[in-house]
C-alpha cells in the first residue's frame, strides 16, 4: 500500500534513487578494484616469466637515454621502450656473481686436479763466464844498460864526451832531445815502442856489436832494435838462443849514420838530427838511428841473443862499427 510519499516500505523515491546510486557506485568500485588487481597480477606474472627467461649470465640490456632499450637495435631502428616498469628495491635481483666483471665466481674454487710428480729440479745450464777476457800481451822492452859499452851522445857544452865512431863524434843530446830522444822516453818506430837509454849524455849509452850475448826472456813473433852504424854500412850475423836448447841464426844490419841520414821520412829512420857533436864542437852532419828486426819462433822462449861482431867496443878510426840503443820483444 502506497503512502503520499513513496512506496509501502515507507521511503520515498528520492531516498530508493539514492541508494540504487551507492549500490551502483560500490559495484562499479568493486569492478574497477578488481580490474586494476587484474591488470597488477599480470604486470607481475610477466615480470616473473621475463625473468625465467632472461639468460642467467647475460648482462642485463643496456638502456638508452630515457630508460629505452637498445638491444637488438640495428643501424637507424627506434629503441622500444620496455614493456615492464621498473621493479621496486626489494624486486630487483641481482645478477649472478660472474656477470659482473672483476668479480670471482660464488661457491667452491673448481679443483686444479692432482699436483705433478715432483721431478729434479731443471738445470741452470753452465753460468757465463765472469773472469775477465784475457788481453794479448804488449811489446817487451828489454834492458842493454848492464852491457852498455860506448858513449854515443855527447852534450853542446861538452862535445869532445861522446865517440860513438871511432872519430870522435857522438851525436847531439840536444838535437835528440827535439827529436823526442830524451833519456828514458818512449821512442816508437815502426809501430813499436822502445825506451831510449836513461843515460846522461858522455855516459855509455849503447852497445857495440862485438859478438857478446845479451840476457834475454819472454817470447815473441820478432825481435826490434834501435840501431846505427859508424863508417857503415854495417852488417853481421848473430844467434838467438832459447831455453829449449835450440838456436836460431839470424843476420843484422845498419845504414850508414851520416851517409844514408837523408831526411826523417826516410824509410827506417827512427830517429833524425839535423847536426852532430864532434871535439871540435857543432859539425853540420845529418845523423840517423835506424829501426831494423828479426823473426823469432813464437812458440819459444828466449834465453839469450848474441850479437854479430862487427868491431871493438870503441872503434876504430874508419872502421866500421854497428851500435844497438835498444831492443823490444814484439808479442
Not at 12 to 38: D, K, N, Y
Not at 150 to 157: E, I, M, P, R
Not at 233 to 245: E, F, K, L, Q, R
Request: proline share 13%; net charge positive; hydrophobic share 35%.
Amino acid at each position: 500500500m502506497r503512502t503520499e510519499h513513496g512506496d509501502a516500505g515507507g521511503l520515498g523515491a528520492p531516498q530508493h534513487r539514492m541508494r540504487r546510486s551507492r549500490h551502483r557506485r560500490r559495484r562499479a568500485g568493486r569492478a574497477a578494484f578488481l580490474t586494476t588487481l587484474g591488470g597488477i597480477l599480470a604486470v607481475i606474472l610477466a615480470f616473473l616469466a621475463s625473468s625465467a627467461l632472461r639468460p642467467a649470465a647475460g648482462p642485463a640490456p643496456a638502456l638508452g637515454s630515457g630508460g629505452v632499450s637498445e638491444k637488438h637495435a640495428g643501424p637507424g631502428a627506434t629503441p622500444t621502450a620496455l614493456s615492464e616498469p621498473p621493479a621496486t628495491p626489494s624486486q630487483r635481483t641481482p645478477p649472478p656473481a660472474a656477470a659482473w666483471p672483476g668479480h670471482p665466481p660464488s661457491g667452491p674454487a673448481p679443483s686444479a686436479g692432482p699436483a705433478p710428480p715432483a721431478g729434479p729440479a731443471p738445470s741452470p745450464g753452465p753460468r757465463p763466464s765472469t773472469s775477465p777476457v784475457p788481453v794479448p800481451p804488449g811489446p817487451l822492452k828489454l834492458s842493454l844498460s848492464s852491457a852498455f859499452n860506448n858513449v854515443g851522445v855527447a852534450s853542446d857544452s861538452d862535445p869532445a864526451a861522446g865517440n860513438l865512431d871511432g872519430s870522435g863524434s857522438a851525436f847531439s843530446a840536444q838535437a835528440l832531445a827535439a827529436a823526442g830522444a830524451r833519456p828514458g822516453a818512449t821512442i816508437t818506430s815502426g809501430s813499436v815502442p822502445f825506451t831510449w837509454p836513461d843515460v846522461a849524455p858522455g855516459r855509455p849509452d849503447n852497445v857495440t856489436a862485438s859478438g857478446q850475448a845479451l840476457p834475454a826472456s819472454g817470447s815473441g813473433t820478432s825481435m826490434a832494435f834501435l840501431v846505427t852504424a859508424g863508417w857503415g854500412p854495417a852488417s853481421g850475423a848473430g844467434t838467438v838462443a832459447y831455453a829449449d836448447g835450440s838456436t836460431q841464426a839470424f843476420t843484422m844490419s845498419s845504414p850508414d849514420w851520416y851517409r844514408s841520414c837523408l831526411s826523417a821520412s826516410t824509410p827506417g829512420t827512427a830517429l833524425f838530427t839535423p847536426y852532430r857533436d864532434q871535439g871540435n864542437g857543432r859539425a853540420s852532419f845529418t845523423s840517423c838511428v835506424y829501426y831494423v828486426s828479426v823473426r823469432l819462433d813464437a812458440t819459444k822462449k828466449l834465453l839469450s841473443i848474441r850479437l854479430p861482431d862487427v868491431s871493438a867496443a870503441v872503434p876504430g878510426p874508419g872502421g866500421s862499427s854497428l851500435h844497438i840503443f835498444a831492443v823490444t820483444i814484439i808479442r
